[in-house]
């Protein structure tokens, strides 16, 4: 079994006492602190729209307008205030413990970036903000559903947790997780992780 990634992979294999661990990093464009300063500017002039209506609603010459934006407004610093803490805040690596009988997957939390122009980018963007992180373990039962899948926009390596579709390894590269789906074919016996694998 091959336990090294591809040369000039950032992946990494660590020896725990429950077997071999893969470390894949979380990947983040640096790009991402511009994002992050605008909106530090950005909650600034926030804070001064805030003081202003509240002011104006505490006056008493507040009308449903005021009341209205204003809740807005604060709805829109908080979610701004939050992007900032996530664009800032270093990300988790993705890891997966190998054990004997299956396993023990936490898919860690990768840096927000603002800045990813993709046909689905509205609603990915929206769930990055608030994405969690998941732990589970895998049995071999679950490996079953294991599949690295061919897609237009490149390979994912998936496993079906009920209803669920979980992407394995989303920040690794194409050949990392070719690799990764090898290893793991070869590590729990599933002949068919590879696509084609069953075609005859």
């Known amino acids: 079994m091959d336990l090294n990634p591809p040369?000039?992979?950032e992946i990494l294999i660590r020896q725990d006492q429950a077997g071999p661990t893969v470390v894949i990093p979380a990947k983040a464009n640096p790009s991402r602190y511009f994002g992050g300063v605008f909106l530090v500017f950005w909650l600034g002039g926030w804070a001064f729209g805030f003081k202003s209506a509240l002011t104006t609603l505490l006056s008493g010459s507040g009308n449903a307008f005021i009341v209205f934006w204003l809740g807005a407004w604060t709805v829109g610093g908080i979610v701004a205030a939050y992007s900032v803490f996530r664009i800032f805040r270093p990300g988790v690596p993705e890891t997966l413990i190998l054990k004997r009988s299956g396993i023990d997957y936490d898919s860690g939390v990768p840096p927000l970036e603002l800045n990813s122009y993709r046909k689905d980018a509205s609603l990915n963007s929206w769930?990055?903000?608030?994405?969690?992180?998941?732990?589970t373990e895998l049995g071999r039962q679950q490996l079953q559903s294991l599949r690295l899948?061919?897609?237009e926009a490149g390979n994912r390596l998936t496993i079906d947790l009920g209803a669920k579709r979980v992407e394995l390894a989303s920040q690794a590269s194409e050949?990392?997780?070719?690799?990764?789906?090898?290893?793991?074919?070869?590590?729990?016996?599933l002949p068919q992780v590879m696509p084609g694998a069953n075609k005859t």
Request: no cysteine.
């Open 7 to 9: 040369a000039g992979s």
């Open 149 to 151: 899948r061919e897609t």
């Open 127 to 135: 769930k990055s903000i608030f994405s969690k992180r998941f732990r």
């Open 175 to 189: 050949v990392e997780r070719e690799w990764l789906a090898r290893l793991l074919a070869n590590r729990y016996a």
